[in-house]
C-alpha cells in the first residue's frame, strides 16, 4: 500500500458550481469508498443467467485498486475533487514502482482509473456530485495505448514446460497447461468448470455462462489429447457437482515450471493466444474459432490472432505454388 500520497487542488469545483445548480454536498471521498465496498464490491450475483451486481473477478483485486485511490483522496470532500486532481492521480499510479522493475503498464493505470471514475459515477447517482470530474477534460483512460500481446508458444517451449510438471510436486498443473493449450479457455474458466459440463464420450464440454466473460454459454472440442488428460484425472473425484481442477491458484507452481523450462516473459493467458493461433494454422474458420474461444467481438478476437514463424513460412510456400 502506498503511504503519504498527495494530490494538489485547483478551482475546478467552483466551476462545477458556478454551472451546475445543485444542493451542496459535503461528502468526502472516504464516505463513498465505504458507501461503493458496502453496496458494489462483492462476488458476481446472477439470476436466470446474467450477472445482476458485483465482480466476477476476485474481489482482494478490487480492493486493492480502491485502496490505492482511497490512500491518495482520504477525506477530500468530493465536490473538491477535480479534473486536475485525478490526471495528477495518475501521474502518481504511473510511477508507483513495480515489482522487478521496469515501469507500470498502461492497462494497469487503466484499472485504477476505471475504478475510480466508476466511484465517481455512483456518487452523481447519489446525487453527492452534479458532475463526474472526469468528464471535465480529455480523456485519462486511453485503451488504445494499452500493449497488446502477442506472445505464442511454440512446440518446443511446450514440451519444456510440459517436462517440468513431470517432476512430482507439479502434477496438478500438468492437465490444467493441457486444457488451455487445447481449448483456449480463460485460467477462470477453467479452475470453474465441474465434472457436469464435461463430456468426454461425447468430446466437447459446457462452458456454463455464469464462470464466462461475456455471460455467454458456449461449447469447447475435446482433442484427444485433453481427453486422455482428463481420464486420468482422479475418478473418485468424477462427482457431478465437484470441480474438474479443485485448487485455488498456481501462481506459484506456474512461475516456477517456466523457471525451470528457461521460458522468460510467459504468462498463462498467452496460452490462450497459441490455442486460437494453432486453431486458424490447422485450417479451423474464424467465425468457429470465435465461438470456441468466446469472444462476441472481431475487433478483439484479431489481437489474439497472432503470426508464428511457421505460418510465415506456410504462406511464402503457398505463395510460391500460386506463382
Not at 2 to 27: C, F, M, Q, Y
Not at 143 to 148: A, N
Not at 261 to 283: N, Q, V, Y
Request: hydrophobic content about 40%; overall charge positive.
Amino acid at each position: 500500500m502506498v503511504k503519504n500520497w498527495s494530490v494538489r487542488s485547483d478551482t475546478g469545483s467552483a466551476s462545477i458550481l458556478a454551472e451546475i445548480d445543485v444542493p451542496k454536498s459535503n461528502h468526502t471521498y472516504r464516505e463513498l469508498d465505504a458507501f461503493y465496498r458496502k453496496e458494489y464490491v462483492h462476488p458476481a450475483k446472477f439470476v436466470g443467467g446474467k450477472m445482476v451486481s458485483g465482480f466476477r473477478q476476485d474481489v482482494r483485486t478490487v480492493e486493492r485498486y480502491l485502496d490505492r485511490a482511497l490512500e491518495v483522496f482520504k477525506q477530500r470532500v468530493l465536490l473538491e475533487i477535480s479534473y486536475n486532481d485525478l490526471r495528477e492521480y495518475k501521474r502518481l499510479v504511473e510511477n508507483l514502482p513495480v515489482r522487478g522493475g521496469g515501469s507500470r503498464s498502461v492497462s494497469d493505470v487503466n484499472h485504477h482509473l476505471k475504478h475510480v471514475r466508476r466511484m465517481l459515477n455512483v456518487a452523481v447517482e447519489q446525487g453527492w456530485l452534479p458532475i463526474n470530474p472526469f468528464t471535465r477534460g480529455k480523456n485519462l483512460i486511453v485503451e488504445s495505448f494499452e500493449v497488446e500481446r502477442t506472445r505464442v508458444i511454440t512446440r518446443e517451449e511446450e514440451l519444456r514446460l510440459i517436462a517440468a510438471c513431470n517432476n512430482g510436486y507439479r502434477d496438478h498443473l500438468l492437465p490444467i497447461i493441457i486444457f488451455a493449450i487445447e481449448t483456449a479457455c480463460r485460467r477462470g474458466e477453467i479452475l470453474k468448470l465441474r465434472w457436469q459440463s464435461v463430456d468426454l464420450p461425447g468430446r466437447v464440454i459446457r462452458i456454463e455462462a455464469s464462470n464466462t466473460k461475456t455471460l455467454k454459454t458456449r461449447l469447447v472440442p475435446v482433442t484427444e489429447r485433453l481427453r486422455q488428460s482428463l481420464a486420468r484425472l482422479d475418478r473418485k473425484a468424477f462427482r457431478k457437482m465437484s470441480r474438474v481442477f479443485p485448487i485455488g491458484d498456481f501462481k506459484h507452481s506456474w512461475a516456477g515450471a517456466c523457471r525451470e523450462a528457461k521460458l522468460d516473459d510467459l504468462h498463462f493467458h498467452d496460452l490462450r493466444h497459441t490455442a486460437i493461433t494453432r486453431m486458424l494454422e490447422r485450417g479451423i474458420s474464424p467465425a468457429i474459432v470465435m465461438k470456441i474461444s468466446g469472444h462476441t467481438q472481431q475487433r478483439t478476437f484479431l489481437r489474439y490472432v497472432n503470426q508464428t514463424e511457421s505460418s510465415i513460412r506456410d504462406i511464402a510456400l503457398a505463395l510460391d505454388r500460386a506463382a
